[in-house]
């Protein structure tokens, strides 16, 4: 016999969905950043010095 009433627990996992979603997307945009400070770098080292 099914559950009667609200769902459960679908509240708990679009939320966590969402946090999980947030984190994973910032760890993306850290790692971008970083790469392209290195990339900064890498080139003003290449650049000959006056």
Known sequence: MSKKGKEKNTKNKAKHTKLMNRKIN?????????????KEIQQSAKKPKE
């Open 26 to 38: 910032k760890l993306r945009d850290e790692k971008e950043a970083r790469k392209q400070r290195l």
